[in-house]
């Protein structure tokens, strides 16, 4: 599981998190970096969101260093805010490991994009 705020400046603030889940149901936190590797502009609101993204990591049960690619299934799967007024990106990601092989899926919402969020 991956939870990352982004701040005003793009970077990651300190409350991400990446948590490895045991086949017990046991979560350990893990060091993680995220890499935009391509991105998707939205016509219809200007927005430019990250479109594949690689997350570098350590796997806590073998100690060694993973990279995982997350890409979504199709790019335009934008909500452009009609009913809340925010514009946000959320939809189904396959996940594949650092030999390009398929070894799961995902859904990942990105926010903020748009515009600056008003609270």
């Given amino acids: ?8 400046d793009g970077s990651a603030d300190p409350a991400s998190t990446l948590q490895w889940v045991d086949p017990q149901g046991k979560p350990q936190r893990a060091p993680f970096t995220w ?3 391509s991105t998707w502009t939205s016509s ?3 927005a430019v969101y990250p479109a594949r993204v690689r997350i570098q990591t350590t796997d806590p049960a073998t100690n060694r260093p993973r990279s995982f690619t997350v ?5 335009a799967q934008e909500l452009p805010g009609e009913l ?8 189904a990601c396959r996940v594949k490991d650092e030999t390009g092989r398929e070894v799961g899926s995902a859904y990942m919402e990105l926010t903020g994009y748009a515009k600056a969020l008003e609270l």
């Fill in 1 to 8: 599981m991956l939870y990352r705020l982004r701040r005003a």
């Fill in 35 to 37: 890499e935009v590797l």
């Fill in 44 to 46: 219809e609101t200007g």
């Fill in 71 to 75: 890409e979504p299934l199709f790019a």
């Fill in 84 to 91: 809340a007024k925010i514009s946000y990106w959320e939809g």
